[in-house]
Nanobody, 115 residues
């Protein structure tokens, strides 16, 4: 069964850092891209960062210069290093694994930025 599992969320103070991890099960193959989305309380889900199989990256303007997405293809794992966190980064963060014609979502991990 295809599974995507996130980890690394938690509570952090403004200005702090967190590293999220997302591992896709081995049954998920031919991955074309892996991405992080987030859904703040009461708002729609939005793209945070994406990395393609060739290594190209895309970031939301709100996180450029603060967040870094990286990938370990051998482990089917994608990471999101989040630095200089702000109150408005508070959200449930979801991993999305894209394959040709389909995709799989993780269950989400909560990130709370509070003083």
């Amino acid at each position: 069964q295809a599974q995507v599992v996130e980890s690394g969320g938690g509570l952090v103070q403004p200005g702090g850092s967190l590293r999220l991890s997302c591992e896709a099960s081995r049954s998920i193959f031919a991955i074309t891209a892996m991405a992080w989305y987030r859904q703040p309380p009461g708002k729609a889900r939005e793209l945070v960062a994406m990395i393609t199989s060739s290594g190209s990256t895309t970031y939301a303007d709100s996180v450029k210069g603060r967040f870094t997405i990286s990938r370990d293809s051998a482990k089917n794992t994608v990471y999101l290093q989040m630095n200089s966190l702000k109150l408005e980064d508070t959200a449930v963060y979801f991993c999305y694994v894209n394959r040709v014609g389909t995709g799989t979502w993780g269950q989400g991990t909560q990130v709370t930025v509070a003083s």
